[in-house]
């Protein structure tokens, strides 16, 4: 078969590299991958968003089935056109992906079919925002109501923080036309949970759990970045919660969806928090997340390509899910600066017999050499028997890797440390 990943990130090169073990495939491409992904599938230089380009080179090259990766072009319909002419895909359709392009939608559907989540206000112009919130108790979340890369939300300890945050997004525009929106939240406090599910629009298997690091500083300091590292299994996610969670969320959750007429089928994204009243919505993704897909995606013991068609095909209750019970760590290297401006174009060093798996996230070949081309430039994943010993191997890899500028955090999985000895 004739496979197409649409996509040019780490979480891309993880796919690839996952989708790479079934030998059913006989040509695998990436549009537009990247210097690394290049080494384990044909990439070629469409942009993700480009779906004219997209559907063009699906024709030509007669592909049989496309894995449409991140939230931009799910949410400009990508899922649709390849559908169109004929290609079946793993991804939800745009009427679908607005349960991540559309925070307002993705609240307003929790509160109409009684999904726990945070208390919240929408607001469409500034100056009602700024009066809600002299009022309003701080700590709040503000959120860009559109897509935003995973920066587009902002936790406000003070009135001034939350005020500039409106700002920033109303006023600044720093995030285009998903800031002309706006959802002040309510402030949850807990241990966060990632969970990301398999799901064909009636039957949901989640995959392991997992905890993201957002803050670009060590112990969870300065700004939201689309990652710094997780690790999988997330200690504060047991058998008890992940019952509860299927039956308040999970399941719910997919059924508004086909209730609403916008059945989900690809992966959805459950980012949660684990609060005194129960488990809470904090944000849904259409799609695997970025760097959680790094820890996750090693885990799994059942052929992915095999998921994803049942999921294609709505047949997932029939198709076998396994994950190993092994722990898995993802540091994430990036360029110094990151998430705001820094330097590109320094060389990257990779030993061959490095102990640890390394997807490229920002990077690209240069005279046959690879050089940084990105924030995130790298994801290092380790996998053992237990997470002390995963974290150890992964920043043991880590060392070995250089480049010019390179930033990673060093706690990276230090509250999962923590959380398993209580």
Do not use: W
């Amino acid at each position: 078969m004739k496979v197409l990943v649409i996509g040019g990130g780490g979480r891309e090169h993880a796919i690839v590299k996952k989708l790479k073990e079934n030998k059913s495939i006989a040509e695998l491409y990436c549009l537009p991958g990247n210097g690394g992904i290049a080494r384990d599938a044909l990439c070629v230089p469409i942009s993700a968003t480009d779906l004219d380009g997209i559907v063009s080179f699906a024709m030509e090259h007669r592909i049989d089935f496309a894995v449409v990766a991140p939230d931009d072009p799910l949410a400009l319909g990508a899922v649709d056109r390849l559908e169109a002419i004929g290609v079946d895909c793993f991804g939800p359709r745009k009427n679908a992906a607005i349960i991540e392009s559309s925070k307002v939608f993705a609240k307003d559907l929790m509160k109409r079919y009684g999904i726990p989540t945070a208390r919240y206000e929408v607001f469409e112009s500034k100056e009602p925002a700024l009066c809600y919130l002299r009022s309003a108790p701080m700590p709040a979340v503000i959120k860009a109501d559109g897509l935003a890369l995973g920066k587009g939300v902002i936790i406000a300890k003070t009135q001034q923080e939350a005020e500039d945050a409106v700002n920033t997004m109303m006023t600044e525009k720093r995030f285009g036309k998903s800031g002309e929106r706006i959802v002040i939240e309510e402030y949850l406090e807990g241990p966060e949970v990632s969970v990301l599910t398999f799901t064909d629009g009636k039957t949901v298997v989640p995959m392991v759990s997992s905890m993201d690091h957002k803050r670009a500083g060590e112990g969870d300091t300065g700004p939201n970045t689309g990652g710094m590292g997780a690790v999988a299994p997330n200690p504060y996610y047991n058998p008890a919660v992940a019952k509860r969670c299927m039956e308040t969320i999970f399941l719910p959750t997919i059924r508004a969806m086909e209730q609403e007429g916008r059945p989900f089928k690809g992966c959805l994204y459950f980012g949660l928090m684990l609060t005194k009243d129960g488990p809470k919505v904090i944000e849904y993704n259409c799609r695997f997340g970025d760097p959680e897909t790094q820890v996750v995606l090693p885990l799994l013991k059942s052929d992915l390509f095999t998921i994803m068609r049942a999921v294609s095909e709505e047949r997932l209750a029939d198709c076998p899910v396994v994950f190993s019970q092994d722990s898995a760590v993802c540091v994430i290297m990036a360029s110094k600066g990151y998430p705001g401006a820094y330097e590109k174009g320094y060389p990257i060093s990779i030993p061959a017999d490095l102990s640890a798996e390394v997807f490229i996230a920002g990077a690209k070949e240069k005279d046959g050499s690879l050089v940084t081309a990105g924030g995130r430039v790298l994801g290092v994943t380790a996998l053992e028997k237990s997470l002390p010993e995963a974290l150890e191997r992964a920043y043991d890899a880590v060392k070995q890797l250089r480049f010019e500028n390179a930033y990673y955090r060093r706690d990276i999985g230090a509250l999962a440390l923590a959380a398993k000895e209580d």
